[in-house]
């Protein structure tokens, strides 16, 4: 029998206070508002289906307005469950609690994906670009979000010899347990490795310091960090990357299921509530309308 491939660690947000704790607690309107002006110039001006991959508990989900449908990826079913609550079961919004490296759709089902400050949890890069890269549909987009190394505060640290590590080595650094900081070109290196074709790139969140942020006026941070954003200076912690998907792979935006068993790859047939791989005979609960791919249910 070959041995089981050795599984990524994932960092785990079940039951976390992500929200409230990261976002409303701690005053990052700014960071927030310069985010969605990235992803509002990046994305593609509407489409079919739109896959958000580690989308939490759906804060960007309004920015995807011109879209027929948004799958919700998160490995966190409380996160899910969050967002469902805000965003309703109107069969617009598909929750999918999943893990990112086995993504459990058909190949080419997807015309857009996003992934926002959510790679630099991931230790396998090259792994889970494979997934993302495989259920887009041909010429598709996919917007990046990644932490950067290679930013003014890290560079000035590093001058100073207050920080050991390079912020010019293109190695990926893993500053705290499962939080990576990646530079700049080794992202558009393994972007092209996985087939993907970067179109564009912008620095974000320049003014992401307690001291500013606490002494201007955030309109007037998210104006200056809008403005550049345009100046393609890669210096800033967080860098948003547009790619298309290269290379031919099935389209299969037209069919009527989109998920496939996470280890067969075959379509799968909703039974009741659950999914079932014929393949395999493994079945998959659909849970007060999270489709739970976590672990499958016992025979
Ligand atoms: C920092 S949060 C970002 C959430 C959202 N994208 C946002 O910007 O508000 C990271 C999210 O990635 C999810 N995540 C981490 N590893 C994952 C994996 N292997 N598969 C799916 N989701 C994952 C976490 O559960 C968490 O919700």
């Known amino acids: 029998m070959p041995k089981p491939e050795p599984r990524p660690r994932i960092c785990d947000y079940e039951g976390s206070n992500y929200r409230t704790e990261f976002w409303e607690g701690r005053d990052r309107d700014y960071e927030d508002k310069v985010e969605r002006v990235a992803?509002?110039?990046?994305?593609?001006?509407?489409?079919?289906?739109?896959?958000?991959?580690?989308?939490?508990?759906?804060?960007?989900?309004?920015?995807?307005?011109?879209?027929?449908?948004?799958?919700?990826?998160?490995?966190?079913?409380?996160?899910l469950q969050y967002?469902?609550?805000?965003?309703?079961?109107?069969?617009?919004?598909?929750?999918?609690?999943?893990?990112?490296?086995?993504?459990?759709?058909?190949?080419?089902?997807?015309?857009?994906?996003?992934?926002?400050?959510?790679?630099?949890?991931?230790?396998?890069?090259?792994?889970?670009?494979?997934?993302v890269r495989r259920v887009l549909a041909p010429n598709s987009s996919f917007i990046l979000e990644h932490a950067n190394k290679q930013n003014l505060k890290a560079m000035l640290r590093f001058a100073l010899?207050?920080?050991?590590?390079?912020?010019?080595?293109?190695?990926?650094?893993?500053?705290?347990?499962?939080?990576?900081?990646?530079?700049?070109?080794?992202?558009?290196?393994?972007?092209?490795?996985?087939?993907?074709?970067?179109?564009?790139?912008?620095?974000?969140?320049?003014?992401?310091?307690?001291a500013l942020k606490n002494k201007l006026p955030t309109n007037m941070l998210v104006s200056a960090d809008s403005l550049l954003q345009y100046t393609g200076l890669l210096y800033s912690p967080s860098i948003f990357i547009k790619s298309s998907a290269q290379r031919s792979t099935e389209n299969n935006v037209d069919?009527?299921?989109?998920?496939?068993?996470?280890?067969?790859?075959?379509?799968?047939?909703?039974?009741?509530?659950?999914?079932?791989?014929?393949?395999?005979?493994?079945r998959w609960a659909i849970r007060?309308?999270?489709y739970d791919f976590k672990a499958p249910l016992e025979e």
């Not at 190695?171 to 393994?190: A, C, G, I, T, W």
């Open 83 to 131: 967002a469902q609550e805000h965003l309703g079961r109107t069969g617009r919004f598909i929750y999918v609690a999943a893990d990112a490296y086995k993504l459990p759709f058909r190949p080419g089902v997807f015309d857009t994906a996003t992934m926002i400050r959510v790679i630099h949890h991931m230790a396998d890069v090259p792994k889970v670009l494979a997934q």
């Open 39 to 79: 992803l509002r110039r990046l994305l593609p001006p509407g489409g079919r289906r739109l896959l958000e991959i580690g989308a939490g508990f759906g804060r960007l989900t309004s920015e995807y307005a011109a879209y027929k449908q948004v799958v919700l990826v998160d490995y966190s079913l409380s996160q």
């Open 255 to 282: 069919d009527a299921t989109i998920f496939a068993c996470p280890d067969t790859g075959a379509p799968l047939v909703q039974q009741g509530d659950t999914l079932f791989c014929r393949a395999t005979g493994t």
């Open 161 to 210: 010899k207050k920080q050991a590590w390079s912020p010019y080595d293109l190695k990926p650094v893993e500053f705290v347990e499962l939080n990576f900081d990646f530079h700049p070109e080794y992202m558009q290196r393994q972007l092209q490795l996985a087939g993907f074709a970067v179109q564009r790139r912008l620095p974000v969140s320049f003014f992401r310091l307690g």
């Open 288 to 290: 007060d309308g999270i």
